[in-house]
């Protein structure tokens, strides 16, 4: 257990009492990892657990922002917070969304009940969904009873939102064609609820009809099949149904154990991506930058296989003592043992 560092422990405090400049930090600090997020997440992990984590995804322009907008509304309305986690995809095609997030969700914008953040996605798939597993963690600390996660479902970030979320609301617009082709592959299996979106647009009964079409092909999964809303993230039209459709998802979550089920999921994932860069971080620091030269020149030249010095490497470390944990070290102990 990493000590608390009394920096990091002042800017919780603070956070946690509502100074806004001390939350932005605190969401920051967690983001850029390492030890001082360490530090930080394993002082606020008895405060997780309590927030309904709601996922959106979908096509780049879909109108996720827009309606993650109004959903944080409807959730404001109904008396509850709710903070928003938006993942930059800082592609140079949607390079100008961020930007484009704030203006869409300015009327947030000075309501202490409510918080915008944005993510971005510099790291591998498996880094960003630490990073937002993280930064959920820090809402849920601050109080949020509502986390709204937007990802753009481009590439393989899909799956990932399934385990920050366990309630996956997937965006799409009227017009995906006759062609079911259109609708990316595997973005059935992940969907909880269904939304065409801009239904002010022609053609979003259309597009619903075909999506239900698509969902009574395939057998219902563990019990749930996924509605098929219609909003209007312009007008607000059909987003009280939407988080009652959300709601009621996560009413079954609870009640069919499925939730539970997903948090032990998640928490698994959690521990090997925790352990991860601490044991990679071990592993190279078994060696002299000599030895580790000697093995990659072995390797690039064809002398040695990758396998075997990676054998070698193990080897290097099982034969380190335990750096961790020393029982005679009084400030190794456990306090309160
Ligand atoms: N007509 C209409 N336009 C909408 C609706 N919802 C969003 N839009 C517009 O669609 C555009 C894209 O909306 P965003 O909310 O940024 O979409 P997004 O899915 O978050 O986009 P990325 O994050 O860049 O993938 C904006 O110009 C919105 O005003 C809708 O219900 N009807
Ligand atoms: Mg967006």
Known sequence: MPRLDP???????RARAGDIRSRARLFSLVEDGGNPAATALATLAPWGGHARII??????GAGKSTLVGRLAREIRSRGQTVAILAVDPASPITGGAVLGDRIRMQDLHGDPGAYVRSISTRGALGGLARAVDGMVLVAEALGYDVVLVETVGAGQDEAAIIGVAPTVVVVEVPHLGDDVQSIKAGILEIADVFVVNKADHDGADQAAAMLRAMLSLAPPADGWRPPVLKTSALTGDGVPALL??????????????????WRNERAERQIFEAAQDNFLARLRSSVSAAQLQSLITDVASHRLSAEQAAEQLLDALDQQPMPRYNPTRQEDRFSGS
Not at 55 to 60: D, K, L, R, S, Y
Request: proline residues 6%.
């Open 7 to 13: 920096d990091v422990s002042t800017l919780i405090n």
């Open 244 to 261: 009652e459709s959300i709601h009621q998802h996560q009413c079954f979550l609870e009640q069919s154990g499925r939730l539970a089920h």
């Open 55 to 60: 996922g959106i995804t979908g096509p780049p």
